[in-house]
């Protein structure tokens, strides 16, 4: 008796470590399209950590962007793509992640692409440096947060621009609004308008941080106007489309619902199985973005 029931105990955890059964995110992703970041433009050197390992970040690439860092080097920068429709602008000499990504099923037909197409989730990091950031309309129930060393920025829409300094955090809002808080200590935050800055600094010691607000002055302007603008040209070069997920094969997963075989599969007498299910995000190309100096991206499907 007792060792049929650790063979079923066996076999069940065989079965949910391959197929996620109980697992609230193991679900979701099945529902949810896989979420990508589309790389519109490159240049110089920018570099794309997915956790696993260290690579060039390539033009016309796009990756899942769940727990990625992407560093630009001096003289480097690059704008990609949210499957969201957000557009991001990496200056040179900053260091962005990328905590999560997750995006709703959505409808490829529809008709205002201006709109974003579901409900996302994101969470981002500026450890230094400058992004700029171009998001369509955001549907209601979703959540754009970036942080810095400081403080974060949760972005209503529309035009943001997000610069990370040792001691300093500047959010400049061009368009739209957001909510700028001074650290995890500022519960309520303050209200960003268009036209407006954030500046956030450290507190003495023992304080919160502090957050002044103000008018963007003509040299704000100038200095962000163009960095938001890559955001916004990045945007307009693809669309995104949902696809079946190609079938996988795994080795070593456990095929069979019977107690025995599947504790056997546990113990190391693996089967392979296909898995299926899940959408992902996939863009296409519509016109051509270039950094300075650099081939423009071509306007066919792109491959992920």
């Known amino acids: 008796m007792k060792t049929k029931l650790v063979f079923t105990c066996l076999a069940a955890l065989a079965v949910s470590a391959v197929y996620g059964d109980g697992d609230p995110k193991a679900k979701r992703d099945q ?5 990508k970041l589309f790389v519109a433009s490159v240049k110089g050197e920018n ?3 997915n956790g696993e390992k260290l690579d060039d970040l390539s033009k016309a690439n796009a990756f899942p962007p769940d727990n990625s860092i992407i560093e630009t080097k001096p003289q480097s920068s690059n704008s990609m793509v949210y499957s969201n429709g957000t557009g991001i602008y990496v200056d040179q000499e900053t260091r962005l992640e990328v905590k999560s990504f997750e995006q709703e099923p959505f409808n490829t037909t529809r008709n205002d692409v201006e709109d974003e197409p579901s409900i996302s989730q994101t969470q981002a990091h500026v450890a230094h440096g400058f992004v700029g950031i171009c998001t369509p309309k955001l549907a209601a129930g979703s959540n754009m947060v970036y942080s810095t060393p400081l403080g974060s920025v949760q972005i209503h829409g529309k035009q943001v621009a997000i610069e990370a300094k040792d001691n300093e955090t500047t959010i400049y809002m061009l368009e739209g609004d957001s909510t700028v808080r001074a650290g995890l200590r500022d519960l309520g935050g303050q209200t960003l308008h268009p036209g407006q800055k954030a500046v956030i600094r450290p507190g003495a010691a023992g304080q ?3 957050i002044s607000i103000a008018d963007l002055t003509k040299e704000d302007k100038d ?8 955001a916004c040209k990045a945007k307009k070069t693809v669309v995104w489309d949902v696809v079946e997920k190609k079938p996988k094969i795994i080795s070593g997963a456990a095929n069979t619902t019977d107690g025995a075989d599947s504790a056997n599969s546990a113990a190391g007498n693996n089967t392979t199985s296909t898995t299926t299910g899940g959408t992902e995000a996939v863009p296409t190309a519509v016109t051509t973005i270039s950094a300075p100096n650099s081939p423009p991206v071509s ?3 792109v491959s992920s």
């Open 31 to 35: 529902q949810n399209p896989t979420s």
């Open 223 to 230: 200095f962000v106007s163009d960095k938001v603008g890559n």
């Open 208 to 210: 919160p941080n502090t």
């Open 299 to 301: 306007a066919d499907r």
């Open 47 to 49: 570099t794309l950590n």
